[in-house]
């Protein structure tokens, strides 16, 4: 077979032959650069999951000094100040309150994720139309919960319209101990 190839190629005109190195070039060309593009997705998996791998063993060699630093946090909470879903609510809607916020609103829609020791609530809060100062307080007032009141996300915009206005989106956590 090599041998007719051979003899196909050694027959046709210089411009043929050419022609035909030239496909070959550019065939081989791209070829090496979908191997490139393939080798090096490859290394680039490889090191993202040998570093995944160290962090995880990492956090596996440290773990009997997680789990003590976790029981010496939770020792320090007091169960009755911890918050279920719907005081955890309450809670928001106080601090609202006390910052002189009316536009507040918490979703229907909280969550609870059981975690070991402990249950974590989460509700996403929305205050719209208010000034900075406002919700500087309510912010403040919420910090005063801590450690058993915490906020996970923070979003602040100006409000469409009046750019003295803005709007806060909240996603407020609470931890909750059995009692």
């Not at 090096?40 to 956090?59: H, S």
């Not at 946090?73 to 005081?87: E, I, M, N, S």
Request: hydrophobic fraction near 45%; proline fraction near 2%; charged fraction near 20%.
């Amino acid at each position: 077979m090599i041998a007719a190839l051979r003899v196909y190629f050694l027959t046709r005109r210089l411009r043929e032959k050419l022609l035909l190195l030239a496909f070959l070039l550019i065939g081989l060309l791209w070829w090496l650069s979908a191997f490139g593009g393939r080798a090096g997705a490859f290394w680039r998996d490889q090191r993202r999951a040998g570093t995944d791998l160290a962090e995880q063993r990492l956090w596996l060699e440290r773990r009997d000094v997680i789990q003590k630093s976790v029981q010496a946090a939770a020792a320090q909470l007091d169960p009755a100040k911890t918050l279920d879903r719907a005081r955890l609510l309450d809670a928001i809607n106080q601090a609202a309150h006390d910052a002189n916020i009316r536009t507040g609103t918490g979703s229907s829609a909280a969550t609870s994720e059981p975690s070991g020791q402990f249950t974590v609530h989460s509700v996403e809060y929305q205050v719209t139309g208010s000034d900075f100062v406002t919700l500087q307080q309510f912010y403040l007032n919420l910090q005063k919960r801590a450690p058993y009141v915490g906020i996970e996300r923070f979003g602040l915009v100006a409000s469409r319209g009046n750019d003295s206005k803005l709007a806060l989106s909240l996603r407020v956590t609470a931890v909750e101990l059995p009692r």
